[in-house]
């Protein structure tokens, strides 16, 4: 994989690449992903890599480079909203808090999304983000059940976080655990959390998931799942299509290399936010050079989602289907008639 400096990769921009014009930049999304590597968990299905038993390997993680990244972010002149990624657990690093405060303290930044295991108590939160305004805040808590000892004090626990910011909650339909996950979704709608639940991505018992779902899982899941984009791209492995990934979006890695998405990291280098605020992007969106995009940071990026949904607030996982009004009145226009 080449890795050119961001003056190189600007000279080689293509031609649908137009240098940054600031005042012409509406909202812009920005998935910064830090690889951050410490977790206070373990959870069977980790994507990040703490799975058992050999845990997970070295990572680029580097807090005064975070931290270069962070303030060329905030000198960024246009609107964003920023989701830092991590491998771990954010709220153990006093550096990943640090970056997300001084995003805070930048007017074009609206907004910061978190995520977290929601393992510290609602009131540490309120704690370690003091500082931070509310208003600028979403938070995504994953609940893990195999990690956790109290499912209902967790709920507790996300229900009284939900009284101090944005929140909502996620669950992974981890085989050994799908057919419960009915059960989960009514009590979380019971405590008025927002709960959502994304299938399994990897090996379970020699057989690969998603794919592996059988009729009577899928049927689960169906009635379970947050939305029909959801249900297409991480379950049915939609093929994405035309997305605004480049033209609207931006993916950061660890070392501060842009690139349109985190699932075609391979393309053309955007900028170099370790080095200098200075970015290129598309000039409209463009089709998706993958086969799959189970990202929910990233999908949302698609001109599917752009058409059919619209967001609630800032949180990244809190959006409507455009047309629900209309499906009451004409069925055929729910969303679970639009053709993919
Ligand atoms: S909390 Fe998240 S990062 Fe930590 S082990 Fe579980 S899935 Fe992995
Ligand atoms: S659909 Fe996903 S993988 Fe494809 S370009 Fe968009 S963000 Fe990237």
Redesign the pocket.
């Known amino acids: 994989m080449r890795s050119p400096g961001p003056e190189t990769a600007l000279a080689e921009a293509e031609p649908q690449v137009t240098p940054e014009a600031a005042p012409a930049r509406g909202l812009t999304n920005i998935r910064f992903f830090t690889d951050y590597p410490v977790?206070?968990?373990?959870?069977p299905?980790?994507?990040?890599?703490?799975?058992p038993p050999e845990g997970r390997g070295p990572s680029p993680w580097d807090e005064d480079r975070y931290l270069a990244i962070i303030d060329n972010l905030c000198r960024l002149d246009f609107p964003i909203n920023i989701r830092i990624g991590?491998?771990?657990?954010f709220f153990i690093s006093k550096t990943l808090v640090e970056g997300a405060r001084r995003l805070a303290q930048a007017d074009h930044v609206q907004s910061i999304n978190l995520?977290t295991?929601l393992?510290f108590h609602p009131k540490q939160y309120a704690r370690i983000l003091h500082g931070i305004p509310k208003e600028k805040v979403a938070l995504v808590a994953?609940y893990?059940p195999t990690?956790i000892k109290n499912e209902d004090a967790w709920i507790a626990a996300a229900q009284e976080l939900s009284t101090y910011y944005d929140l909502t909650t996620m669950s992974?339909a981890y085989p050994p655990s799908l057919r419960n996950l009915p059960e989960v979704k009514r009590k979380f709608a019971a405590a008025g959390v927002d709960h959502f639940i994304q299938p399994f991505i990897g090996e379970f018992e020699g057989k690969m998931y998603p794919q592996a779902y059988d009729a009577e899982e899928r049927a689960i899941l169906r009635e379970v799942m947050y939305s029909r984009h959801d249900h297409e791209f991480l379950l049915n492995l939609k093929k994405p299509g035309l997305c605004n990934a480049g033209f609207k979006f931006l993916f950061v890695d660890p070392v501060g290399k842009v690139t349109q998405c985190g699932g075609f990291q391979e393309g053309q280098q955007l900028g170099d936010l370790a080095v200098s605020p200075e970015l290129a992007f598309f000039d409209g969106p463009r089709p998706c050079p993958a086969m799959v995009c189970q990202c929910d940071t990233e999908n949302i990026n698609t001109v599917a989602f752009e058409t059919h949904y619209k967001y609630l607030d800032k949180n990244q996982h809190r959006f409507a289907y455009r047309f629900a009004e209309e499906a009451k009145q004409h069925p055929w226009m729910s969303e679970w008639e639009v053709p993919y």
């Not at 977790?39 to 959870?43: I, P, S, V």
């Open positions: 977790c206070n968990y373990k959870c299905y980790c994507v990040a890599g703490h799975a991590v491998g771990g657990e995520i295991n393992s994953s893990h990690e992974v």
